[in-house]
């Protein structure tokens, strides 16, 4: 496996496994990505994932909440806590504005079971979408966009889904340069709220 079995581990430890709303963004810092995210800065907090919930108010109304920690050289790690933000165009076009790339993995969202199509932005526009259980099926402006990722893979219906996504964070490290570790998803770092309201009218 690409991914170690001790990150998967943490993945299941920590309800990744049944739901993971992630996406990895170039050229952006912590405080930037939030901007963009239309966090309130303010709420900034150093937390693990273990102690996300702490000191957030259940009472509270809030559209979602954001775990975000710089992954690889040039890249932002963001995971959602609460809310759907990092699937969906809009937040996606912002975080890759002015020349950005943004990789989109997740599960389950959209689809019934197993994982959502892999989501690649670059510059504020959808690039290329890629059916990780039928790689052959893309959409997007340039559909081959990461071919040159994709080689050797373990990607489609042949292949059991713990593979399939394994291969998916297998992709991602090579355009980020980075896998996703054990000890990124134990560190600390930084949570942020959206206020209710900062993406609807």
Same mark, same amino acid.
């Given at each position: 496996?690409?991914?170690?079995?001790?990150?998967w581990?943490l993945?299941r430890?920590?309800?990744?496994?049944?739901?993971l709303?992630?996406?990895w963004?170039?050229?952006?810092?912590?405080?930037?990505?939030?901007?963009?995210?239309?966090?309130?800065?303010?709420?900034?907090?150093?937390?693990?994932?273990?102690?996300?919930?702490?000191?957030?108010? &259940?009472?509270?109304?809030?559209? #979602?909440?954001?775990?975000?920690?710089?992954?690889?050289p $040039?890249?932002?790690?963001?995971?959602?806590?609460?809310?759907?933000?990092?699937?969906?165009?809009?937040?996606?076009?912002?975080?890759?504005?002015?020349? $950005?790339?943004?990789?989109?993995?997740?599960?389950?969202l959209?689809?019934?079971?197993?994982?959502?199509?892999?989501?690649?932005?670059?510059d504020?526009?959808?690039?290329?979408?890629?059916?990780?259980?039928? &790689?052959?099926?893309r959409?997007?402006r340039?559909?081959?966009?990461?071919?040159? !990722?994709?080689?050797?893979?373990a990607l489609?219906?042949? !292949?059991?889904?713990?593979?399939?996504?394994?291969?998916?964070?297998?992709?991602i490290?090579?355009?980020? $340069?980075e896998?996703?570790?054990?000890?990124?998803?134990?560190?600390?770092h930084?949570?942020?709220?959206?206020?209710? #309201?900062?993406?609807? &009218?």
């Amino acid at each position: 496996m690409n991914l170690s079995e001790e990150s998967w581990e943490l993945l299941r430890a920590y309800g990744m496994d049944d739901s993971l709303v992630s996406a990895w963004c170039s050229g952006l810092s912590v405080a930037e990505a939030a901007t963009r995210l239309r966090a309130d800065l303010a709420s900034a907090t150093p937390c693990t994932w273990e102690r996300i919930e702490d000191g957030l108010d &259940p009472a509270s109304p809030r559209e #979602g909440v954001v775990w975000i920690g710089e992954q690889a050289p $040039g890249w932002v790690q963001i995971i959602a806590y609460e809310g759907y933000h990092l699937a969906l165009p809009e937040p996606q076009q912002s975080l890759t504005a002015n020349g $950005g790339e943004l990789l989109y993995l997740g599960w389950p969202l959209y689809e019934t079971e197993g994982m959502d199509d892999l989501e690649y932005v670059a510059d504020g526009r959808p690039t290329t979408t890629v059916c990780l259980v039928a &790689p052959d099926v893309r959409a997007g402006r340039e559909p081959d966009a990461l071919n040159a !990722h994709m080689k050797g893979l373990a990607l489609g219906a042949d !292949h059991d889904p713990d593979t399939i996504s394994d291969a998916a964070f297998a992709l991602i490290g090579r355009v980020t $340069g980075e896998q996703l570790s054990a000890d990124w998803l134990r560190a600390e770092h930084t949570r942020y709220v959206i206020p209710m #309201g900062a993406w609807n &009218p």
